[in-house]
């Protein structure tokens, strides 16, 4: 297989801090020694994370095995995902906020036509359903573990427990038609074809504000790893956890 230098889309604060727990990880079970540094597997995961290069490319371009690359990233996911805030603790910092944007993102797996629960009917395609917070200025603040594909965005955000929780804040949310019916804090735009003026302009107001939280979603797929899933469903919600903690570690 050819070998040829390459880059990644991220600062270096990025790997800093991931060097730095994996460097942690390892004192901590007592490891003595690896085929690749910390920094080595901190760049291995990054270059998996945002640039979705499979298992097969990682081991030729490190110059280590499939298996031990597989090995590597499930450490780095769990060391990742495990330092992820829960939707608790992140309403801590949410709710210093003005408003909160929530919107709902299905991320795409390979799964064929047999798997009913994965398959969104809005999109048309398998995927897993994720709902994601941002901040006034788009800003990702959280993201929810990854459910069915089938599984609606309302459905989704009440499961989450996300509704419950603005409510308690007594924090302002805005949301698109998908979550008509949320109540409490959930601003949606009005529904209908023949609406009245004063509704129309609510709606593009409403359209305004909403779309800001478009950006996050462009932010989680810039993890390219996030547009094609091809691992287990039950390892994605793990991966949009590390995705979300290098995210947050590099702003």
């Not at 990742?80 to 949410?94: C, K, V, Y």
């Not at 709710?95 to 009917?121: C, H, M, N, Q, W």
């Not at 965005?153 to 949310?173: F, K, V």
Request: aromatic fraction near 6%.
């Amino acid at each position: 297989m050819l070998v040829y230098p390459s880059s990644i889309d991220l600062s270096n604060r990025s790997l800093r801090f991931l060097t730095r727990q994996l460097v942690v990880r390892r004192r901590e079970i007592g490891t003595r020694w690896r085929r690749l540094s910390a920094a080595r597997q901190a760049m291995l995961a990054l270059a998996h994370l945002r640039c979705g290069d499979t298992y097969a490319q990682l081991a030729a371009g490190f110059g280590i095995g499939i298996a031990i690359a597989y090995r590597y990233m499930r450490e780095t996911v769990d060391l990742l995902a495990a330092l992820a805030p829960t939707l608790t603790e992140a309403m801590e910092t949410i709710r210093e906020k003005a408003f909160v944007i929530l919107d709902g993102t299905l991320l795409p797996i390979d799964r064929i036509a047999a798997d009913t629960p994965y398959y969104s009917g809005k999109h048309k395609r398998h995927g897993m359903n994720v709902q994601v917070l941002t901040d006034p200025f788009g800003r990702l603040l959280w993201a929810s573990p990854a459910l069915p594909g089938s599984t609606h965005d309302l459905t989704a955000a009440r499961q989450h427990g996300i509704t419950d929780a603005l409510a308690d804040a007594g924090l302002s949310c805005w949301a698109d038609k998908a979550y008509q019916g949320a109540g409490g804090p959930v601003r949606v735009p009005f529904r209908g074809r023949r609406l009245k003026r004063w509704k129309r302009r609510h709606n593009t107001t409403h359209a305004k504000i909403r779309c800001i939280g478009e950006q996050a979603m462009a932010t989680l797929k810039g993890w390219r790893l996030l547009r094609k899933l091809r691992c287990s469903t039950n390892r994605i919600t793990d991966v949009v956890k590390a995705v979300l903690v290098l995210h947050h570690a590099s702003a």
